[in-house]
């Protein structure tokens, strides 16, 4: 603690717990990989020391047990769609899923002729983040991630609602 | 360089070129020698250019003569053994269309002679030739003794096509008619295991022929048909 240390009595922080939760989990949303095209490449460029997720708290996992993000990075064929949504179904509360790329987001070039493309991964998980671009780079996915980091922090999870 | 060393080199050159390579290892100066060696490395790329062109001249119009004597004797061969099975030969012999009815016992034929050797299936084509045209596969043999190629055109009945498997002759077939039968629809009879290669396996229709439409819905997932103001 360097500068801090010793320089203190006992203390206490108030906080309100929602945003204490909200805190925690923002600033360590794991992501579960989901690389289905070239935007796996630029995902995984985010990921590498240039770009360095690290550092917003987010570790590549490759089970959907151990994440709290998917990010569907690529085109999304019909066959797939099967398996993302049944991943999607695996992974724990609370999760969130980033659609990465137009292919992910409306089946991008595939829109017109392409017969086994998803026409949006929407249509099979529900998306909180679209991040534009064919593909994005990794500054454009760092910007949905602060995004969807920002949702996080909003959230309020112990607070009842009011119908 | 003065013009003396330049005469003095040329000799040398000339003496190493008719195969006296000790009169070039002898220079005492190294600059000398090493100039000299150039020269005769230039000397004799240069020579070997000029045969080059000569040797080109001389077979103009499409391939080595020897090339063109292999293509034709491999549909000779074949017109000569199944004279019933050949609809037409196309392209100086480089193209055959065969009946499909014997295409196993061929395909067998010309895998073994030792005139075609033809041991490897270089591709395995589909072709969708228009609503109203037949299907038709398309198998690129190539061998790798020989150095020769053939193409062999069969034509597959629209409503019901069936065509021979030659996955048993050559193992390369086993994916690329699982391509065609996914793509196309093309049964290859007695494939051993004639699944959908790419498309999910409860996938309706075959996606490459012309007359394919989508289907509406994909285990409840929408597939949207019309896309304006789809959004």
Known sequence: MGLLEHKFQDNVVVASMDKLLGWARSTSPWFFQFGLACCAIEMMATAASRHDLMRIGMIPRSSPRQADVMIVAGTVTMKMALRVKKLYEQMADPKYVISMGSCATSGGPYWQYGYHVLKGVDLVVPVDVYVPGCPPRPEALIEGLLKLQEKIQAERPLTKKIA | ?231
């Not at chain 2, 490897?120 to 596969?137: K, M, R």
């Not at chain 2, 409860?202 to 007359?211: A, I, N, Y």
């Open chain 2, 1 to 231: 360089m003065t013009s003396d060393q330049d005469t003095f080199i040329a000799d040398a050159v000339e003496k190493a070129l008719a195969g006296d390579m000790d009169a070039i290892n002898s220079i005492e100066d190294r600059s000398i020698r090493g100039k000299a060696k150039a020269a005769l490395v230039k000397a004799k790329r240069a020579a070997k250019a000029e045969q080059k062109s000569e040797s080109s001249e001389e077979s103009q119009g499409g391939g080595t003569p020897e090339e063109k004597v292999v293509q034709s004797s491999l549909s000779a061969l074949l017109s000569s053994v199944y004279p019933d099975e050949i609809i037409e030969i196309l392209n100086e012999g480089k193209v055959v269309q065969l009946k499909p009815q014997k295409w196993n016992e061929i395909a067998t034929f010309f895998r073994d002679h030792a005139d075609a050797l033809l041991d490897q299936l270089e591709c395995l084509t589909g072709v969708d030739l228009g609503t109203e045209e037949p299907l038709q596969v398309r198998y690129n043999l190539h061998s790798m003794k020989h150095r020769h190629k053939i193409e062999i055109l069969i034509n597959a009945d629209r409503v019901k096509p069936e065509i021979p498997t030659v996955e048993t002759i050559w193992r390369m077939a086993d994916w690329f008619e699982r391509e065609v039968y996914d793509m196309y629809g093309i049964v290859f009879t007695d494939h051993r295991d004639l699944r959908r290669l790419l498309c999910p396996e409860d996938w309706e229709g075959w996606p490459l022929r012309k007359d394919y439409e989508e289907q509406e819905s994909y285990h409840g997932i929408v597939v949207p048909k019309v896309k304006e103001g789809w959004e």
